[in-house]
């Protein structure tokens, strides 16, 4: 069995997105990646906001370049970025051949906690990254600022576990 490998990218839409609920577009990206990804194993989350697409693909490191090669050719982005990537101990989207969250969730939330009103994934730093995986993973629930202390401690954690292993 191979060792898991995460590829965090972000690249910027080129078709209006605009609008409540899952859109046309990203209803047919999460239609083909739940069924293709599963065939190859991968997981991940697809977030939509502020004109950015935001994605975290977890799997095989030949089938997650073969697979990011692919999301190249896709002319509804332009401008992808790998932002974070490496080998992992455990995935964060492992039951999720694909999971979109939408853009009301509490993401909002952990932006502002980093002084960013929009969301502009390209500037983000590594920690923010982290974070927003952890919020991601979670179905975009962000928990309370009484309860944050515990989580960004289990998160901190764990990712050094992680980060030993590799």
């Known amino acids: 069995m191979s ?4 590829l965090v ?9 605009q609008g409540s609920g899952v859109n046309l577009e990203i209803g047919r990206i999460l239609t083909k990646s739940k069924r293709n990804n599963p065939k190859l194993n991968i997981g991940g989350v697809l977030y939509y906001g502020d004109g950015y697409f935001f994605q975290v693909l977890e799997g095989a490191r030949d089938d ?4 990011y090669e692919k999301i190249g050719k896709d002319t509804r982005h332009s401008e992808l970025k790998v932002l974070t990537e490496g080998y992992i ?12 969250v ?23 730093s590594q ?3 982290q974070k927003l995986m952890v919020v991601l993973s979670q179905n975009g629930c962000y928990e309370t600022q009484e309860s944050k202390s515990n989580w960004w401690d289990r998160f901190k954690s764990k990712w050094k576990k992680q980060k030993a292993a590799v």
Not at 3 to 6: G, N, P, S
Not at 89 to 100: E, N, R, V, Y
Request: glycine residues 4%; aromatic residues 18%; positive net charge.
């Open 3 to 6: 060792q898991l490998y995460r």
């Open 9 to 17: 990218y972000a690249s910027k839409s080129t078709v209006d997105l």
């Open 64 to 67: 997650i370049y073969a697979l």
């Open 89 to 100: 101990d455990q995935g964060l989207f492992g039951d999720w051949s694909m999971h979109f």
């Open 102 to 124: 939408p853009s009301k969730s509490q993401i909002r939330q952990l932006l502002a906690e980093h002084s960013f009103v929009r969301f502009t994934p390209f500037l983000f």
């Open 127 to 129: 920690v923010l990254l």
